[in-house]
């Protein structure tokens, strides 16, 4: 497979969902071999989307096949440069998707999903909060047909590093999401989520920035996919560093 270097349009606010919605889980065990479509979205990562690559492309998962989509959301530094190094070595692999313009987190992924092939599709943020070395742990619930869809959990490995503000907001929102849609999650807000292609059947998206994670969790919870959680590490970095999710976007969430 040749990789290709795109330059993508808004997704259409009312686009049609693939398929009709079931209301019920579809979990079935996984073959051993299966595509895994790792989704990276990127604004202005230059220092670690590199690293992150290198890492994804690392992670030993035995006959499981990756591809890895790095969906460049209208990047100003040199986040580009970087990623087109890494799809020129290794162009068997990688994809990358660039938009002219900055649109959001939520814009990114979508792209992400549109474009993915894989009979998993894993969401990996470039900012090296979360780390690929988990993979072989989130993926262990789809593979034996315990999930229809995983969320990796800040909140329920022993992560001190967590501020009382990200603890706070997270768990009002995960709660309001629980007491909506009848979940029982710990970290709705995970970056982690790793997903059967066919619990994303029906689902209709339509949020463009970080309000996209409640989005995709409440909407899966109504069509009755379901989730599961597995402990994972969090090291998570300052808004000098570089981190980009606020107050604010807690609130539009």
Known sequence: MRA?????????????????????????????????????????????????????????????????????????DGSHQ????????????VTVHTSVINLGKGAAV??????????????????????????VG???????????????????AHNANITFKTRAANRFLTELTNWLYGGRLTDMETAYKVFRREALDGIRLRQVHFDFEAEITGKLLRAGRRIVEVPVKYNPRTHLAGKKISWPDGIEA
């Open 4 to 76: 290709t270097s795109k330059i993508s349009l808004p997704l259409p606010w009312n686009a049609a969902p693939l398929a009709a919605a079931p209301t019920k889980s579809i979990s079935r065990p996984l073959p051993n071999a299966f595509k895994l479509s790792i989704v990276i979205p990127v604004y202005n990562e230059e220092s670690t989307v590199g690293e992150v690559i290198e890492r994804v492309l690392a992670v030993d998962l035995g006959d499981i096949r990756k591809e890895i989509i790095v969906c460049d959301d209208g990047s100003v």
């Open 82 to 93: 970087v990623i087109e190094r890494e799809r020129a070595a290794h162009s068997d692999v």
């Open 110 to 135: 979508r792209f992400g999903l549109k474009y993915a092939t894989g009979d998993v599709i894993l969401i990996q943020d470039a900012d090296l909060e979360l780390d690929p070395s988990e993979y």
């Open 138 to 156: 989130l993926l262990q619930p789809l593979v034996k047909g315990q999930a229809d869809v995983v969320y990796g959990s800040r909140f329920k």
